[in-house]
């Protein structure tokens, strides 16, 4: 009974500190720098901006 509250304890603590460090118990996440590119790719995506408007800001984006 002891034995399994230590485990207990050593599973929780680990999981706490990895959290608080950025990490997740269940997913393993890498930060991700997202470019004005990026940014404007994923807009256009998801539908957000017209195939004109992508156009316009993706030359403008391209002239800095």
């Given at each position: 009974?002891?034995?399994?509250?230590?485990?207990l304890?050593?599973?929780?603590?680990?999981?706490?500190?990895?959290?608080?460090?950025?990490?997740?118990?269940?997913?393993?996440?890498?930060?991700?720098?997202?470019?004005?590119?990026?940014?404007?790719?994923?807009?256009?995506?998801?539908?957000?901006?017209?195939?004109?408007?992508?156009?316009?800001?993706?030359?403008e984006?391209?002239?800095?």
């Open positions: 009974m002891m034995f399994g509250l230590i485990i304890g050593i599973v929780a603590f680990y999981m706490f500190n990895s959290s608080k460090a950025g990490g997740s118990w269940f997913i393993n996440r890498q930060s991700q720098v997202h470019t004005p590119i990026d940014v404007l790719n994923d807009r256009f995506a998801r539908g957000e901006i017209n195939r004109e408007e992508y156009l316009e800001r993706k030359q984006l391209s002239r800095q």
